[in-house]
């Protein structure tokens, strides 16, 4: 650890760790800190169901969460690791007339983009999802998907060790165990110099001062508790987000499958477990010891879909913090305070932007100006601007 | 049976009740009593299964629930536990993770390329070149572990749940388990009990005649206690905040599985201590077994597990073991003390043991290898309550840290001592349970609104003085000085976590991730201790140092069907949906509602409308009554519009927008009496609408004197739609004038419908048509809907659907919200423009509204037709620049109109586009782009509403 | 499953209620600035600690009421009627 | 029409186990008056119980303190007009026939504790809930209004839901009576198969 460096990025998750090696691959600085209170990937980046997919509803989380996947294509070569991304094709399915207007109105701007997204019907559906149960007389019958063949899912720990060790290659310094007790600002107009218009300096942590002209919020989970230390308030609330697995099963399920309507979203690893998601847990809460309720839920709705696997167990459950924002889109580029900029409220859907967002954050850090494709996700959209229109779709989006 | 012993005197099998089943297509027998492993092994069968990555042969090795080498199919269902599930006649029992075949078995070529397999093995392979990794993910998919789904059959809905709230809940019915639940349901706690296997006893079941005599004594003893109940073959899969409990109940008459939710006051931990294999190179060979499988196996079920025997003892159980083993005519070989430093180096055989190489040199014959190396205490259930275990180097296993209040630990969890100790402190902790969980029932009970105040006195808060038990010392086994299985399950081996640590993956964490061990079937209960020895070795660190991965729910897999239960998923039905079905409807799911689609032919209901008079039950339109001298003032609160000046007998339409000003809901509310309103909304909306009106006068303004009641479901509502809807009601209405001069468009009456009094009569016009809204105590609905059908046959009256109203309110250009509108959508969009008031007080989104109307930038609402009207343009087709893709707009609904004979559509335009007459581009889903024009008025049929007017 | 000592029902299950979110207090519509609306609507303290927040028991009292939880632990003391 | 011929969303029943450790009943019929007074009104003194308690009247009909400042009466079918006469209206008070609005069934008998425990998360023992409690809390995924009336000394519940609901908390009632030896008539399966 050295006492300064050009750029501190506080958290050592998928978002950091691309971050800092962007910043060294594309924009040659490297005199960088990356520092984490535990361990690299041990926060979201490791408690994600590792979905990618680019099929978001407007056209700015089109362009941003496309070039994300683009990253992923490239990623086992770049950097040397099988983060074996197996694209396999993503279905959303529609159990309403309203869900599935929304799935058309997603593939038309896809479409127009460019991205491999169309509606298909439940017969369809059967094909690429044989376990699935497409009687209509349901509680939730199967009337059709919104199917985009590039989605898939990727080994999220794979992804963190691959960064880490692409930024460590470069001498990016990653600092586990490692934690930031406050950020350092003068000249602000809030209380102790902090807040709009003040200037970061640099951070204290757990194992002494670094000084730093820049430094990165790229937690999740923690982003107000440490935006709060710049002065800068944050539009978030800290959800937790559940997922579970279950014992293996000879393999059945060959694509990713989301029902918005029942909260769920389910993928078969190769080793033959079914991986589950929901949506975040109504109480805003810091805990991640999980709840029966997500458990029984989730089982009800995943048998809704697949009655025939009610005799699989489900193995272990487990919990991350999302930062929701109101828009269900991320907080991202420069603040009000000089030097500090924010990579946070990646709500359920960080694990997908992370390669994107490392990019455009590097960009953003190297050129001092929002890039481009970052240019709807700026804070300052929360005080005078319009939010982005991604909550329809993203409600369960994954 | 060939190796059945003969009768055993603690044997739980009924040599009475053969059972017959087979075992990969082979006919077998077993008793009645046996588990499924026992009565296969008795038959002779030493290997069970493959194991998940080098297909090696694995048999036995801990006899119980925990066995991941006892994975079997039995017909339909995967992954049965052999070593705890009781044998039925006519199982039908296969082994998994084998193709072709248990003996001949093509995968266990990896075994051969075993060094490539090593952990973190797939990130580094089958990456160049990179378009070959699908392909070898296809093979890899092949060779997933566990057992197969039988599509055919499903058992989803069979299940059941149940909730329990007792005092005390006690997970694990053991001496001390046992001891606990007597002293609190002595002390007047209702205690649940809750066991894992199938008989209460814990390890004094396979114990000896004492042992097993105390086991029958304290069982007996809890059946029969009146506050106690006993569920035996269930188990506690997780403790949650607030100490509420899952339980999950095998074996219960009525139902597969069973979910028993429990709030309990106190949870007493008596899970008692699972053994721990031994780390050496072919510990995973068949024959190696641990001390408590060669016990269970001869002493519960009479089954020989070897005939030469090597055995590595360091406890109690594994000298046991020998005894029960000589006892069972198995040749001991040698018996190495590893209190004295003797131990296993290695064992050598493929099907079965064959060498033993000890530590002191020597190599022995022999087909079993036992080892008693100690214990892992299941702190899992501790962990959940927010313990950190810490590990103990002196007694060689982990002991709880800091527990709360509400969660008790006894038994070997909580240390070591004779059958008598362990009942005495599971007494002790019986009694400080059942002390804190009186005191917290006597709170509840005070607490809760319906329940009287408590007729007993809260006892005295009593201190913790129970008497710790020892920690007695152990040997630190863990591996020998070779490297063997660590994780059976996940086909780990320690040499894989050593070479995990030196590639940095160091802390117990991130080696957890990189080489799966410990994320198997087991959830760590075999492998846990055992990698971080190896991982303490490996950074030459302690193993306090280490630290252990946090346990996470739940503590034993449970089924999806357990956890769903019963399909318990609500449907509303209005007071005329049989009716409907009856009548030949298509069912429509909206929301919670089923509704009538259509009967028929949608177009032609639409058509009835506008030609003859048509009846739809619209009763899922939130309806709340309410009542107040203060009602206009919160209608002003949450409405854009105005309401103090409505005239009592007129109703207005009404539009919300949300804090964010974005558009919320909307509906007709109108003016029955000077104090008395009914609201409409939504049906969707209605709940939370409910919700934010109170909200409003609860938080905002007690002051204001307002009565909000639902009123949805008591009203069934009847639009009667067209023409001679007037005269078909005249024909049944009393007490209402119906003359257009009397009861005039947008003004409301109560009155007398085919003789049911208390009707509400809107005279509205959603569909565009002369109609009337009725709404008609749900009670008497049926007749009312039956009378007006019958009295209207000669005004050609028929009902008609959600469909022909879409179509109907599509043609008059009604928009809906969530439909036509969206998540983004502000007043302006939705052309909302006349009906807002910016200049009252309060109203919600104020300052939105008015940044809104200060804009020109925002998506305008319009009326659209194509100028091929034969074309139907997509619901969400894009309107886009030309031939450019910038998007510009989308249609929100679209029909083909049977009035007009052409399509018509909604859609939201770039404000340069919303000016009637501009020429637009739709882009249709199969790619043409088709030219549309913008309309000047939303509605595409009497714009000026002359017929509803009439 | 928490429970929420709801001050009228006494105990119940988190899930007979909804959480309504911490307590925000709203400026006045017709004068405040857009900005401070905004705040309002938007921006949360979300700290990991004691937090007061509105309840409304939904499937029994059908009252708001607030009640002081900690966001770190789910410990809840305090409970006042609203 | 008459008032009392009122078509009930559950018209089934009533179902009886074997051993009559359960009975299930509609009823749909019963009156059922709503009053909302502050607690310093007359109606508040007159109607005499506090919220989660409730007594019969001399009329015979049930008066329960439903909420906090919220009142429901039971009585026979018919008396609407009569039991609404009763409630003193001075101050701000609302008197308003629910009847129609309210599916309701009575689960009686020994094992009735049991059944409804299957799908009511509520501590129904009879120290948390003694005859006489009234309370809501959700039944089979339905949100209920409860009254504990024994009838003869047996566990009795009276149970009311919003009217639409009716027919799926019968059914799901029913259902969770099974195991306690109830049939069920065709189509009123929780399941069909």
């Avoid at chain 2, 007597?182 to 005649?209: N, Q």
Wanted: charge should be negative; proline fraction near 5%; glycine fraction near 12%.
């Amino acid at each position: 650890m050295r006492s300064s460096y050009d750029v501190v990025i506080i958290g050592g998750g998928l978002h950091g760790l691309a971050t800092a090696y962007y910043l060294a691959e594309n924009h040659g600085i490297t005199n960088v800190a990356v520092v984490d209170k535990g361990y690299i990937g041990g926060g979201g980046s490791g408690r994600n169901t590792a979905i990618v997919r680019s099929n978001y509803l407007t056209p700015e989380g089109v362009a941003f969460y496309d070039r994300s996947l683009d990253l992923y294509n490239t990623m086992s070569t770049d950097l040397n690791l099988n983060v074996m991304f197996s694209k396999r094709g993503h279905l959303t399915l529609a159990h309403t007339d309203s869900a599935l207007r929304t799935m058309h109105w997603r593939a038309e701007v896809n479409k127009l983009q460019g991205i491999d997204s169309s509606v298909i019907d439940a017969q369809e559906v059967k094909k690429q999802a044989p376990s699935l149960d497409i009687s209509q007389d349901t509680r939730y019958p199967i009337l059709g998907a919104l199917h985009h063949p590039p989605g898939g899912i990727v080994r999220h720990d794979a992804v963190v060790w691959g960064y880490a060790r692409g930024a460590d290659v470069h001498d990016i310094h990653i600092l586990q165990e490692t934690e930031v007790l406050d950020i350092v600002v003068e000249g602000g107009s809030g209380p102790g110099g902090k807040g709009a218009g003040g200037k970061v300096t640099g951070v204290k942590t757990s194992r002494g001062d670094i000084s730093a002209p820049i430094v990165v919020n790229c937690t999740a989970g923690w982003a107000s508790l440490i935006s709060n230390m710049a002065g800068v308030p944050l539009p978030i609330t800290t959800h937790p987000l559940q997922a579970a697995v279950t014992e293996p099963c000879k393999v059945f399920l060959p694509t990713v499958v989301v029902s918005g309507s029942l909260h769920v979203y389910v993928s078969q690893t190769d080793r033959g477990e079914l991986v589950f998601g929901a949506s975040v847990d109504p109480v805003g809460t810091y805990r991640v010891n999980g709840t029966l309720e997500f458990t029984e839920e989730l089982a009800g709705h995943v048998l809704e879909l697949m009655p025939g696997i009610s005799k699989m167990r489900l193995l272990r459950q487990w919990s991350g913090l999302c930062d929701m924002t109101p828009d269900y889109s991320p907080v991202m580029g420069n603040t009000p305070v000089e030097g500090y900029l924010v990579d946070v409220g990646w709500g359920t859907y960080g694990f997908k932007a992370g390669p994107v967002a490392g990019e455009t954050m590097a960009e953003t850090i190297a050129t001092g100006r929002n890039a481009d494709l970052i240019a709807s996700f700026g804070i300052e959209r929360f005080t005078e601007g319009d939010l982005v229109g991604e909550k329809g779709a993203a409600a369960v989006g994954h | 049976m060939t190796n059945r012993l003969p009768a055993q005197p603690g044997e739980v099998i009924d040599r009475s009740t053969s059972l017959s089943f087979t075992w990969n297509g082979k006919q077998m027998t077993g008793y009645e009593g046996d588990t499924i492993a026992s009565a296969i092994a008795a038959n002779g069968v030493d290997v069970f299964g493959r194991s998940m990555k080098y297909h090696r042969r694995r048999g036995i090795l801990t006899a119980d629930h925990w066995d991941p080498n006892l994975f079997l199919q039995v017909g339909d269902e995967p992954n049965v536990r052999a070593g705890s599930r009781k044998l039925q006649a006519g199982m039908v029992v296969s082994t998994q993770n084998v193709w072709p075949s248990l003996k001949f078995d093509l995968a266990a070529s990896n075994q051969l390329v075993g060094r490539f397999l090593s952990s973190g093995f797939y990130y580094k392979t089958f990456m160049r070149p990179q378009f070959l990794w699908p392909l070898y993910q296809k093979i890899l998919r092949k060779f997933a572990p566990g057992g197969e789904i039988h599509w055919e059959t499903s058992t989803h809905g069979a299940y059941d749940k149940r909730y329990v709230h007792p005092d005390v809940l006690v997970a694990g019915g053991g001496p001390a388990g046992m001891g606990a639940a007597l002293a609190a349901a002595d002390a007047g706690a209702s205690v649940l009990l809750v066991e894992h296997y199938t008989e209460l006893g814990g390890h004094l079941r396979w114990g000896d005649d004492a042992q097993r005599a105390k086991a029958a004594e304290l069982a007996a003893a809890c059946e029969a206690h009146a506050n106690i109940e006993v569920l035996v073959d269930s188990t506690v899969t997780g403790r949650y905040d607030h100490n509420w409990i899952a339980v999950n109940q095998r074996s219960h008459a009525t139902a597969p599985e069973r979910l028993v939710k429990a709030r309990a006051g106190v949870m007493v931990v008596a899970a008692g201590l699972i053994e721990r294999p031994y780390v050496f190179a072919g510990n995973d060979t068949p024959g190696v077994i641990l001390a408590g499988a060669a016990r269970r196996l001869i002493n519960l079920f009479s089954v020989k597990p070897g005939t030469k025997a090597v055995v590595m003892t360091a406890n109690e159980e594994g000298d046991g073991a020998v005894a029960d083993l000589e006892r069972a005519g198995v040749e001991i070989v040698a018996v190495l003390d590893a209190r004295k430093g003797e131990s296993i180096v290695a064992v050598e055989g493929r099907g079965r043991v064959s060498k033993v190489q000890v530590n002191d040199g020597r190599m022995l014959s022999a087909d079993t290898v036992v080892t008693a190396t100690g214990w892992t205490a299941p702190t899992s259930l501790l962990n959940m309550g927010g313990d950190r275990p810490v590990y103990d180097p002196v007694a060689a296993r982990y002991f709880s840290n800091s527990l709360p209040s509400n969660i008790l630990a006894t038994g070997g969890i909580a240390g070591d001592g004779s059958t008598a100790e362990l009942e005495a402190h599971g007494r002790a902790t019986g009694e400080l349970a059942a002390n804190r969980s009186l005191r917290r029932r006597h709170d509840r009970v005070s607490q809760t609104a319906r329940s009287g105040a408590p007729t007993w006195a809260k006892p005295e808060e009593v201190a913790d003085s129970r008497t710790p038990l020892a920690r007695n010392p152990h040997p630190e086994c863990y591996r020998s000085t070779t490297h063997g299985m660590v994780d059976f399950s996940e086909d780990v081996s320690s040499k894989d976590l050593v070479q995990a640590s030196k590639e940095g993956f160091d802390s117990i964490e991130l080696m957890k991730r990189y080489t799966t061990v410990t994320m198997g079937p087991s959830q760590g209960k075999l492998e846990t201790v055992n990698a971080a020895s190896v991982l303490a070795e490996a950074n030459g660190v302690e193993m306090a140092d280490i630290g252990t991965t946090v346990w996470r729910p739940p503590y034993s897999p449970i089924s999806l069907g357990a956890l769903a239960g019963r399909i318990l998923e609500p449907v509303r039905r209005s007071a005329l949906q049989d009716w409907h079905e009856a009548h030949g409807s298509t069912p429509l799911l909206a929301g919670q509602w089923v509704r009538p689609d259509q009967y028929g032919d949608a177009m032609a209901e639409a058509a009835n409308v506008r030609a003859n008079v048509g009846l739809i039950d619209v009763t899922p339109l939130g309806k709340l009554d309410l009542r107040g001298a203060d009602v206009p003032k919160l209608l002003e609160l949450v409405y854009v519009n105005k309401w103090q000046k409505l005239d009592v007998g007129r109703v207005r339409y009404g539009a919300m927008v949300a804090e964010d000003g974005v558009v919320s809901d909307d509906g007709v509310t109108g003016r029955l009496g000077e104090d008395h309103w009914l609201m409409t909304t939504t049906s969707s909306g209605a709940g939370a609408i409910w919700e934010m009106l109170e909200d409003w006068l609860q938080t905002a303004h007690p002051e204001w004197d307002v009565h909000v009641t639902a009123v949805t479901g008591g009203l069934t509502s009847i639009n009667v739609a067209g023409p001679n809807s007037r005269t078909l009601l005249e024909r049944l209405t009393e007490g209402v004038d119906l003359s257009a001069d009397a009861f005039p468009y947008f003004s409301v009456r109560t009155g007398k419908v085919a003789g049911v009094s208390d009707c509400i009569i809107w005279r509205i016009g959603f569909t565009g048509e002369l109609s009337y809204e009725v709404h008609v105590p749900s009670g008497h609905a049926l007749h009312v809907w039956e009378t007006l059908l019958e009295t209207g046959v000669d005004l050609g009256c028929a009902p008609f659907g959600v469909e022909a109203q879409r179509i109907l309110r599509l043609e008059k250009g009604h928009y809906i919200v969530g439909q036509d509108t969206d998540g983004l959508s502000k007043a302006p969009t939705a052309g909302l423009g006349g009906l807002v008031k910016l200049d009252k007080p309060d109203t919600l989104g104020l300052p939105e509204l008015k940044h809104a109307y200060g804009r020109d930038d925002l998506p305008i609402l319009v009326g659209i037709q194509t100028v091929d009207g034969s074309i139907v343009p997509e619901e969400a087709a894009q309107i886009v620049d030309g031939d450019q893709n910038t998007i510009l707009g989308r249609i929100t609904s679209s029909r083909m109109s049977p009035t007009l004979g052409r399509s018509i559509c909604l859609g939201q335009v770039d404000p340069s586009l919303s000016a009637a007459g501009t020429e637009i581009t739709v882009l249709m889903a199969d790619g043409r782009r088709i030219k549309a024009l913008v309309q000047e008025h939303h509605a595409h049929f009497d714009h000026e509403g002359a017929r509803q007017r009439v | 499953m928490i429970i929420v000592p709801c001050p009228n029902c006494g105990p119940r299950n988190s899930g007979d209620l909804r959480p309504a979110g911490e307590v925000i207090s709203r400026p006045d519509p017709a004068t405040c600035s857009l900005s401070e609306w905004r705040e309002y609507l938007y921006m949360r303290p979300n700290p990991a600690g004691w937090v007061t927040e509105t309840w409304y028991c939904r499937g029994g009292c059908r009252r708001y009421f607030t009640i002081e939880r900690n966001t770190a632990t789910n410990e809840i003391r305090g409970q006042e009627a609203s | 029409m008459s008032e009392t011929t009122m078509h009930s969303p559950v018209d089934v029943g009533p179902l009886t186990s074997p051993d009559g450790g359960v009975t299930l009943a509609d009823a749909y019929a019963t009156t059922k008056i709503q009053v909302r007074a502050g607690a310093a009104t007359a109606a508040a003194a007159a109607l005499g119980v506090s919220y989660g308690r409730s007594r019969r009247n001399a009329d015979g009909d049930l008066v329960c303190g439903t909420r906090p400042d919220e009142w429901t009466i039971y009585g026979d079918p018919g008396r609407s007009g009569a039991i609404s006469a009763t409630v003193p209206t001075e101050g701000f008070v609302t008197v308003i026939d629910i009847t129609h609005g309210r599916a309701m069934l009575r689960i009686s008998g020994a094992n009735a504790t049991s059944a409804l425990s299957k799908i009511c998360n509520l501590d129904l023992s009879d120290e948390l809930t003694p005859n006489g409690a009234v309370f809501s809390g959700s039944l089979g995924a339905v949100g209920c209004d409860w009254v504990r009336d024994d009838q003869g000394g047996q566990t009795s519940f009276l149970i009311s839901c919003e009217r639409s609901f009716g027919k799926f908390l019968f059914i799901a009632v029913a259902d969770a009576c099974t195991e306690f030896g109830l049939s069920i008539p065709a189509g009123w399966e929780l399941h069909p198969h």
